[in-house]
């Protein structure tokens, strides 16, 4: 019997989750922000003992890697890298936009997921439902909010996280749209759903990996990386 545990770290929203036997069997979602390392490894420890499956049970692990946070990916990463250490598991990359897009609840309209990338760009990706997976239409991107909202179509059902920051307005335009939903208001478990990407993709051998050759996918380069290059 194969166990998969799914792990998202990608905003502040720090989601396990755990499927197997073909269905998902449990999730945990914690809104604490800046805590993410804290209580990961409670997380997982609890959902695994309240099921009764033990660390060793784990088979398969689904991680989202980005785009999202910096800190909250590295946390992520590199909890599963000791967890899986010396043991092998196959581990899937997930896009963290695909995560969240997947544990939304409806499936009647395309699914737009996006976050605030800062500075007025936004990461983005749109999904069409297919029953119970998702197929993309295109990459995940990095756009201009200008340009993010010329991409977006009358009946795209539009899921935004702004990532914490409190004070962003990058999404304020989707306030007016009926189908603009913050998740931040409409919680979603991106664990669960990173869990039920990996059962999906288990017989699809060429997307799975070794944990070590896992990393995050930030899409954008940080200020410090800017000033590097600008003085370079």
Known sequence: MSFFLGIDTSSTELGIGLAGEGRVISGVSRYLRNSHAEHISRSVDFILSSSGIRPEQIDFAAIAVGPGSFTGLRIGIS???????????????????????????????????????RNGDVFWARFMPAGEKLVR???????????????????????????????????????????????EQYPVQRGLSCARIGMQAAHDPGRWTICSDISPRYLSVTAMEKRLSCAS
């Open 79 to 117: 909890f599963l890298k000791g967890f899986c250490f010396g043991r092998p598991v196959k581990v899937l990359p997930v896009s963290a936009l695909e995560s969240m897009a997947m544990a939304w609840h409806s499936r009647e309209h395309p699914i737009v997921a996006a976050f605030d990338a």
């Open 137 to 183: 239409t295109g990459e995940d991107a990095l756009a201009a909010v200008a340009d993010f909202k010329k991409s977006i179509g009358d009946h795209d059902t539009i899921l935004f996280d702004t990532l914490g920051n409190a004070k962003s307005a990058v999404f304020e335009f989707l306030n007016e749209r009926p189908h603009g939903y913050n998740v």
